[in-house]
């Protein structure tokens, strides 16, 4: 058996097995500088029964912060909530929180 043909479907499934197991923790960043202030938009309505609002946040990539909007998703579990994404003041620095259902 070629051990590629082996190794590549076991990595694939251990990860997916891994992913399914996250979202209860949160994940940060430090950086210097303050995002710039928070967009203000139409939500709109939800596509169907069930759907939550995850909203939109700054992302800080490369050098640049760039938008990232808000979408609609269904819960991963029955009660699940969504705690929004936020930022931080720490001291001289900005700490970045990634949003994550609880």
Known sequence: M??????????MAASAALAACGGGYAAAY???APPPPQVVGVVG???GPGYVWVSGFWDLR??????VNGRWAVPPRGHSVWVADRWERHGEHWRYY???WR
């Open 45 to 47: 309505y939800a596509p």
């Open 62 to 67: 490369g050098s640049r912060w760039i938008w």
């Open 30 to 32: 430090v950086v210097p």
């Open 98 to 100: 990634h949003g994550h």
């Open 2 to 11: 070629n051990l590629k043909c082996f190794v590549l479907p076991s990595v």
